[in-house]
């Protein structure tokens, strides 16, 4: 083979090798959106319980992504999770806005959702939502029903065995 | 007794031995970093190499991404639909390419089609003293011979990685949205949502030159240092293959601890 056809199919190679590197960035990693998070400001909230929420979980507020979950630690004060948030600079939140840990779906990921309050002034760089509800967890739902139930299940069963008491004695 | 510290002879033996391939391969890189400068200033060497290496493996890569996503994409569709999350798809797909399969398989590819045939050729010129005649006529094998070949390997795959997770994606796409059905909108949506370019991609590409660097190395190390005999080049290549599969997936092993241990522990 030429050299000239070497030429051609090595930077045909090179060519869409860059491509696809680009591609791997731009399409598949959203590099765009990336740029845009980058100048944002940070905020602090304290949960009890975050359940299974991770780092890079979204923020959304009505159901849009407004940032990501920069880091997660253990307050060893207040054995509260200290939860970092990263949000773009476009989304500014009133300072008594509640934060939420939903699960979308049954299953599915967990993420940080923001509701905006009415307050006038805006939340800045490096300051903390006060009002944080915990994750829902599951286990705890299910203990709490079945107590419930249980505790339903026995006064219906004290008043059952009430009613049937003259009925038994009826019997012969 | 003397069975016990015949024993410990051949443990302590095998060690050294160890250790002294280790030490040449250091050494042997570090001769070839030296040698490079001519590969760069008069690149119609590595031009020539980078077309036996990269473009001649091309086909094999990218037969071998579109086949992996679109098979990556059945068998995630089997799970996924169990639990409804069958949007989750792109995610699968592109994660388990960009950070996993793509550097690994493209590097086993790597090894089996051009490292292999790199550890050959140089051996064969080695056992037919070719290497030896340019070393009597002045001109320094490893600049002419092992560096440009090298640095192909290195230049080559990485853009082959990055080439097969394009493909696979590709191919996951065409599964999972043009047969199964899966809504396009969602497939790309969450996957964008999903994928960091920084945290995912980028090591991926980190990978997949660690990866180059490794077996590059083996393979004109193995050639160089081949038996000149027919069995020797045999053997050389054969252990390139072994050696570079077994290195590529060790150092995978390393780095995913070192790169994404973090979205583990949360």
């Given at each position: ?7 051609i ?37 304290k ?40 949000l773009?600079?476009?989304y ?54 079945m ?26 | ?83 409804g ?72 795959l ?8 394009t493909l ?19 497939f ?52 390139t ?23 583990v522990?949360?």
């Amino acid at each position: 083979m030429n050299k000239r056809a070497i030429d051609i199919w090595v930077g045909f190679f090179v060519a869409i090798g860059v491509a696809a590197l680009f591609f791997l960035a731009l399409k598949v990693g959203n590099l765009l959106n990336f740029k845009e998070e980058r100048n944002g400001y940070e905020l602090m909230i304290k949960f009890d319980n975050i359940g299974n929420l991770k780092p890079r979980a979204p923020v959304k507020s009505a159901g849009v992504v407004v940032g990501r979950v920069e880091k997660i630690r253990l307050d060893p004060q207040t054995y509260q999770a200290s939860v970092r948030i990263h949000l773009e600079n476009q989304y500014q939140f009133p300072r008594d806005t509640i934060a939420t840990i939903f699960t979308s779906g049954l299953l599915g990921e967990q993420f940080v959702g923001l509701e905006a309050g009415g307050d006038t002034e805006m939340l800045k760089d490096e300051q903390e939502i006060k009002k944080a509800q915990s994750a829902i967890q599951i286990e705890k739902l299910i203990s709490q029903f079945m107590f419930n139930q249980a505790q339903s299940g026995a006064t219906a069963s004290a008043s059952n065995s009430g009613n049937a008491s003259p009925s038994a004695g009826v019997k012969p | 007794m003397s069975a016990i510290l015949g024993w410990f002879a051949g443990i302590g033996e095998r060690t050294r031995g160890a250790i002294a391939r280790l030490g040449f391969a250091s050494r042997f890189f570090v001769a070839v970093v030296k040698a490079s400068g001519s590969t760069f200033t008069r690149p119609r060497l590595l031009i020539r190499e980078l077309y036996h290496a990269g473009v001649l493996s091309l086909v094999i890569v990218l037969m071998s991404g579109l086949f992996v996503g679109m098979v990556l994409a059945l068998q995630g569709y089997e799970t996924l639909v169990r639990f409804g999350a069958t949007e989750a798809m792109g995610v699968l797909v592109a994660l388990s390419l960009v950070r996993e399969l793509g550097p690994v398989v493209a590097g086993l590819l790597f090894a089996s089609r051009a490292g292999s045939a790199i550890t050959a050729e140089i051996g064969l010129m080695k056992t037919t003293e070719q290497l030896a005649a340019m070393e009597v006529m002045a001109v320094n094998p490893i600049a002419r011979v092992v560096a440009p070949r090298f640095w192909a390997g290195v230049i080559s795959l990485p853009f082959l990685a990055a080439l097969f997770s394009t493909l696979g994606i590709y191919g996951g796409y065409l599964v999972a949205v043009k047969l199964i059905g899966i809504d396009g909108g969602a497939f790309w949506g969450q996957m964008q949502a999903a994928v960091d370019w920084r945290y995912d991609v980028m090591n991926g590409v980190i990978k997949s030159v660690v990866f180059a660097f490794a077996v590059s190395l083996i393979a004109v190390l193995e050639g160089y240092d081949a038996t000149p005999t027919a069995e020797g080049v045999s053997a050389a290549t054969t252990r390139t293959v072994v050696t570079s599969a077994l290195a590529i997936l060790a150092i995978d092993f390393v780095l995913t601890v070192f790169m994404f241990r973090g979205s583990v522990n949360g």
